[in-house]
């Protein structure tokens, strides 16, 4: 289920809205001028975090790791970004927003269940 494009799409759209969000708390939550610094870095350094530890062989990437990690190392990674992006809409203070994303996650967790059992055996 999880390499359905529907699945993939959804996948790509919660990675860019993680993302985001931390640049977002950067932004709301420091005042200037570190708010003009954290809006790039928070985001640059999630996306580094995301691209780099990687399970050798993914399905769903292009079976590249530039570093290869455990599944269960990669599992928790995925879940720390994508918690991690609602709970930074939660205190840069849009709580709708944060709820709104934390309920996406929770429906593509329950759907892509098989590509956590992967990642659990890898």
């Given at each position: 289920?999880?390499?359905?494009?529907?699945?993939?799409?959804?996948?790509f759209?919660?990675?860019?809205v993680?993302?985001?969000?931390?640049?977002?708390?950067?932004?709301?939550?420091?005042?200037?001028?570190?708010?003009?610094?954290?809006?790039?870095?928070?985001?640059?350094?999630?996306?580094?975090?995301?691209?780099?530890?990687?399970?050798?062989?993914?399905?769903?990437r292009?079976?590249?790791?530039?570093?290869?990690?455990?599944?269960?190392?990669?599992?928790?990674?995925?879940?720390?970004?994508?918690?991690?992006?609602?709970?930074?809409?939660?205190?840069?203070?849009?709580?709708?927003?944060?709820?709104?994303?934390?309920?996406?996650?929770?429906?593509?967790?329950?759907?892509?269940?098989?590509?956590?059992?992967?990642?659990?055996?890898?």
């Amino acid at each position: 289920m999880s390499l359905n494009p529907a699945m993939l799409a959804i996948r790509f759209l919660l990675e860019l809205v993680a993302i985001c969000s931390f640049g977002v708390y950067g932004w709301r939550a420091f005042d200037s001028p570190w708010k003009f610094l954290l809006v790039a870095v928070l985001p640059l350094a999630t996306a580094t975090l995301w691209g780099t530890f990687a399970v050798p062989d993914d399905p769903s990437r292009d079976g590249n790791a530039t570093v290869a990690v455990p599944g269960a190392l990669r599992l928790a990674l995925e879940l720390a970004i994508f918690g991690g992006g609602a709970a930074a809409l939660w205190a840069a203070g849009l709580p709708k927003w944060a709820l709104a994303s934390l309920a996406v996650i929770v429906v593509y967790l329950a759907l892509a269940y098989d590509r956590f059992a992967w990642l659990l055996k890898a």
